[in-house]
């Protein structure tokens, strides 16, 4: 997995929004004002978000952040309050698949969707819609199906789609069990039920200047709520667990 500049990435993405700008194009942009999402990960078990095979995907619950969120800006998951609200994960919108559709169709997300008779990394995957026609889908064995069966589960269904998009990063740290503390600065970060996204600018420097500090890296450690024992996160990532500083 590919370890990004943080600065380098900050400057391309979250001042202008776009990527690949020129210098002329740079001087005469507007400021891109991006968002900043917060919520809690009450089960961190690989499914939402996934961050495995070199992509953080949200594609399953938390509707409304995926409906609003816009390419360049940030998502941020926290532990519950009984686990001290460490950090979960963040991750920069890079891309926004606007149907499952379009998910369920890109080879580069095929390993995605779950197999339920593999590895715990692929059992966890988050394609889980299939089409099978206008605008219908069905919903595979995984994580939200009945009991992680192969018969559906209406609700988590219906929760899912209304999200409609899938939001894509290749610019996330993963932390799962091993999450660091929020700094004091960014207390205002803390969420119940739902999600928060109304933060001032002071406050969004300072989760960017944290961003900075602890790095990127992709997957950093085990999910919270993984099989003791199963390393097959690590298999399929190449070895991409760092240290959390």
Not at 42 to 56: E, L, M, V
Not at 98 to 114: E, G, I, T
Not at 140 to 156: A, C, F, G, I
Not at 227 to 245: E, H, L, P, Q
Request: hydrophobic share 35%.
């Amino acid at each position: 997995m590919r370890l990004y500049n943080i600065k380098e990435n900050l400057a391309a993405r979250d001042l202008f929004g776009v990527m690949h700008m020129n210098e002329s194009q740079v001087q005469t942009a507007p400021p891109f004002r991006w968002t900043l999402y917060s919520y809690v990960v009450k089960n961190d078990t690989g499914f939402a978000p996934n961050p495995f095979f070199g992509y953080c995907t949200l594609a399953c619950c938390k509707p409304e952040i995926r409906r609003t969120a816009r390419v360049g800006d940030w998502v941020i998951g926290l532990t519950p309050r009984a686990e001290r609200n460490h950090v979960a994960y963040f991750m920069q919108v890079n891309e926004i698949l606007p149907s499952f559709d379009l998910y369920w169709r890109d080879r580069r997300f095929a390993k995605k969707k779950p197999r339920h008779n593999a590895t715990v990394v692929l059992k966890c995957g988050d394609n889980i819609y299939e089409p099978i026609g206008s605008k219908e889908y069905r919903q595979l064995r995984s994580t939200h199906s009945y009991r992680q069966t192969d018969v559906e589960d209406p609700e988590r269904k219906a929760h899912d789609l209304r999200g409609k998009r899938v939001l894509v990063s290749q610019t996330f740290a993963f932390f799962g069990a091993m999450g660091p503390g929020l700094p004091p600065e960014l207390n205002s970060l803390i969420v119940g039920r739902g999600h928060k996204c109304r933060f001032p600018e002071e406050v969004k420097a300072d989760f960017l200047r944290f961003v900075e500090g602890v790095g990127l890296g992709g997957v950093r450690a085990v999910p919270r709520q993984w099989r003791s024992g199963d390393d097959s996160w690590m298999s399929i990532c190449g070895g991409c667990a760092g240290t959390v500083r």
